[in-house]
DNA sequence: CGGTATCCCATTTGATACTG
DNA sequence: CAGTATCAAATGGGATACCG
């Protein structure tokens, strides 16, 4: 059957999976971030078959992730490029490097590094942080209905108002209340 | 045809994606974020099919992003929580999310609304940063072969050892040379 | 409630052959 | 080189029925 389509579920989550979540569309992005622009290239080094390559490409150009180009000028050939929309990604690429590193590989076992250009010393780990800078630990991070919430969104929100006048928002554990 | 297997890659990227790459497997972490622990739960609020569910909670446990504990002391039933391994990944979901909101869905349509527990501000952008802070953009990340780099790897490097003894490396664009 | 077992279809994928 | 076209196999996913 029909897999569900992400793009009716309102979370961003969901539709940035929609863009990315295709098996090999973050590989090719990572290739793309070693630089790689070439249809063979991409095909020969992630060994991934012709006409799959062919589709990703379609739809990362499609999607405004890479971009084609003359591979010089006024030539028929093209190469493919990233877009800022496409390198904005790097935080996620990374996050998930990183994540790999440390709990799947083990990071002896990393086979890319990746440094800070101007001093050479390795990048540090992606974290939350709050806008001035402190990292969030993960029950440090508090959610709420956003702008775009929907009235199932709201529903699993519980709004109080304490003493001070103060709006906490807890969720609701199990909908049924 | 069986598609091939990313374990076999080195990349940390593909690694992850081999335990995360599963279309449904984020969202369920993503539920699993908003508190979720019942089978139930997951399954009416995703609306993921039962069986898929059951089959990507397995996959969760076995791989150690969930782990089953009885609902109550000596009950059988069981709620499924978030090891460290799967909280780790909040990383990447929320520079996945953040991603969304501001490519893909725009900021104004977000749903969901990250905050700061402490201030209830708004959280930050998800960064790479260098280890004492600083943001790096795109061109500030540089590539070396790492500690598990093979032949393949290697010989995408091209080593060079300035004047004053530095040791830069650069990627080649093409394999052929 | 919390699953498991079956069944079946849509999609993805890889191999191969072909084209400009 | 840079794809497109075609095809068969594998898989993912949804629906439904069943069970303790």
Redesign the pocket.
């Known amino acids: ?4 389509s992400f793009s009716d579920q309102r979370c961003s989550l969901a539709q940035a999976l929609e863009v990315i979540g ?3 569309t973050l590989l090719i992005i990572r290739e793309a971030y070693f630089g790689t622009r ?4 991409f095909q020969s080094r992630l ?12 739809r990362l150009v499609e999607n405004g992730l890479l971009q ?1 180009e003359p ?1 010089s000028p006024g030539a028929k ?4 490029r990233l877009t800022d929309k496409g390198r904005n990604l790097v935080t996620v690429v990374v996050a998930l490097v990183q994540w790999g590193d440390r709990w799947v590989s083990g990071p002896e076992n990393a086979p890319i590094r990746m440094v800070d250009r101007a001093t050479g010393a390795e990048i540090g780990d992606v974290q939350v942080r709050s806008q001035d800078g402190r990292p969030l630990a993960f029950h440090d991070i508090g959610l709420q209905p956003g702008p775009g919430a929907d009235q199932a969104i709201h529903e699993r929100f519980q709004e109080t108002v304490t003493n001070d006048g103060a709006v906490r928002w807890r969720i609701r554990r199990h909908m ?1 209340e």
Chains 1, 2 share one sequence.
């Not at 059957?1 to 569900?4: A, E, L, S």
């Open positions: 059957m029909k897999r569900v295709e098996w090999w070439r249809f063979s290239d060994g991934i078959a012709r006409n799959v390559l062919s589709d990703r490409l379609d084609r591979a050939r093209v190469h493919y049924a």
